[in-house]
């Protein structure tokens, strides 16, 4: 839940030697969807913008891919976990030297960000811009490309979404130091 922490591994790799990492990852299409659409505790829609979270994304999947020799890290896509459970908790036994028994993972219970709602999707657009930012990285992890294109009716859309982006940062930068 905390996916920034990347930018420590080093510091926590030190602090930690015998610790292992694993980095799950999933479809940045969806996670533009989750972050666009999220709400409740601990979610602002003001912060969601689709370049600067696929460009997070990249980011993330560039550094743990620089670490792929690394015997203490172990990169996991979140759609294996949802169809091959069995495999996925075999690579995890073996990774971190103990027995995972599989789970029924509909029996823990249901934590999305769109809750009982149905499932939202980023516009082509949105879809394009991501894939235009992520595609190499999508590609060496499995992700297909969706036969998307801009669309100049989305650029409105768009536009809110900076804007509101934009002075939603500008307001952390100047009121929290922490941001800063």
Not at 25 to 33: M, N, S, T
Not at 159 to 174: C, G, K
């Amino acid at each position: 839940k905390t996916p920034q922490n990347f930018y420590h591994f080093n510091l926590i790799a030190r602090r930690f030697p015998n610790a292992r990492f694993i980095f799950l990852f999933r479809d940045p299409r969806y996670i533009l969807a989750s972050y666009k659409y999220a709400s409740g505790d601990g979610h602002d829609s003001r912060r969601y913008h689709p370049l600067i979270y696929a460009l997070y994304w990249r980011s993330a999947v560039r550094f743990f891919m620089r670490l792929g020799r690394d015997s203490r890290v172990l990169m996991v896509r979140y759609e294996d976990l949802l169809t091959s459970a069995s495999t996925v908790c075999s690579k995890l036994s073996d990774f971190l030297s103990t027995s995972i028994e599989q789970t029924d993972l509909s029996s823990l219970g249901h934590n999305s960000s769109f809750g009982g709602r149905g499932r939202r999707t980023i516009t082509s657009t949105e879809a394009w811009l991501c894939q235009k930012v992520c595609h190499l990285e999508m590609q060496r992890l499995g992700y297909k490309p969706d036969d998307v294109r801009p669309r100049l009716s989305h650029l409105p859309e768009l536009l809110i979404i900076s804007a509101r982006f934009l002075a939603f940062q500008l307001w952390r930068v100047a009121s929290d130091g922490d941001s800063r």
